[in-house]
């Protein structure tokens, strides 16, 4: 731990002479696999269920994936800039339930055994650290993918950086096991370029996060108006050229409102990395994993576990955790 379209994709300058990076957003997959996975515990009645599923989406990542830089990044508070701008953000959300509260610190430690660092900084939202990362990392000439159901960050997506999906309304295909959301697959997802997402959702608000935004207005209708007028700066500087006099007037109206969405939506892409990318190399730990496995009474995954080492662990093969001699085995 650490404090302070598949497939169709064309290949990229990075994934010929660079590494891949894989960043997770590591609360909106915890919350999922608590929801998705009920009533699971151990024999000593601990809460295991955000764990099991949590551990088992890791494992599919790095399987679909095969990369050689990981980290999960954690939310950890909201940045003074938001809450001062909108002491509203966010407030609607509803506690963390008592269930999963445990299990997150759990899922902390034990990422680190799958051999994927495990980041976060104080009042910082992984969204932001995440794109920090990306930007980072595109300079270093890396591909990154990005797991996370986070609308802010598909702004980040250029020809070295893609979303990671397992959602069917992504798939190309039934019988894909993922996608990988790219330049094409974004435009068509969101009517706009990914730079302009940004300015999509300081029109509409969102929901989720509890930012208001132009009453009536959704996001094929925002999308609409900057493919027809070009930029957010357009539309607010020249309100006239909106042809619908209602959407003008609400816009209109909206104006403080917009301006200070779009610093709501602002990521921040210069944060100080808690590790650097280069130090974000997968290197497993497969005894301790298996070790806990046991522990938390999780047989099948641990079977599995095992079976995909084959002799490592037991003739001391996988000790040091070298990527070249364990990972492909371990995932």
């Not at 990542?61 to 950890?76: C, F, S």
Request: aromatic share 6%.
């Amino acid at each position: 731990m650490v404090g302070p379209v598949r497939g169709a994709c064309r290949v990229s300058a990075a994934e010929k002479h660079g590494l891949k990076l894989l960043l997770v957003d590591g609360h909106y997959y915890a919350y999922r696999s608590f929801f998705a996975i009920r009533s699971l515990s151990n024999s000593r009645g601990e809460p295991t269920n955000a764990v099991y599923g949590f551990l088992k989406a890791l494992r599919r990542m790095l399987r679909d994936l095969a990369p050689d830089l990981a980290a999960v990044v954690w939310d950890m508070g909201i940045p003074k800039r938001r809450s001062d701008l909108q002491p509203a953000y966010k407030q609607q959300r509803e506690e963390m339930p008592d269930l999963m509260r445990p299990q997150i610190g759990r899922i902390q430690q034990l990422v680190p055994l799958l051999g994927v660092a495990s980041v976060w900084l104080a009042d910082t939202e992984a969204d932001d650290l995440m794109a920090s990362y990306a930007v980072a990392a595109r300079q270093a000439g890396h591909e990154v993918v990005l797991a996370t159901n986070d609308k802010d960050l598909f702004q980040m997506v250029d020809d070295q950086v893609r979303v990671y999906s397992t959602a069917k309304t992504d798939l190309a295909s039934p019988s894909d096991p993922f996608a990988l959301l790219g330049l094409e697959a974004v435009r068509a997802k969101w009517g706009v370029e990914p730079h302009q997402i940004g300015a999509v959702l300081s029109l509409t608000g969102d929901a989720a996060d509890n930012i208001p935004g132009v009453p009536g207005l959704g996001a094929k209708g925002a999308a609409a108006l900057l493919r027809a007028h070009g930029s957010l700066d357009v539309l607010l500087r020249e309100p006239g050229r909106i042809e619908n006099p209602r959407v003008r007037e609400k816009i209109l109206a909206a104006k403080e409102q917009v301006e200070q969405n779009r610093e709501m939506v602002r990521l921040d892409t210069d944060l100080e990395l808690p590790l650097p990318v280069e130090a974000l190399r997968i290197v497993p730990r497969p005894e301790e994993l298996l070790r806990e496995l046991d522990l938390l009474e999780f047989r099948t995954l641990r079977q599995e576990v095992s079976l995909e080492l084959g002799g490592a662990v037991k003739s001391g093969e996988a000790k040091g955790g070298q990527r070249s001699e364990v990972q492909g085995e371990l995932f």
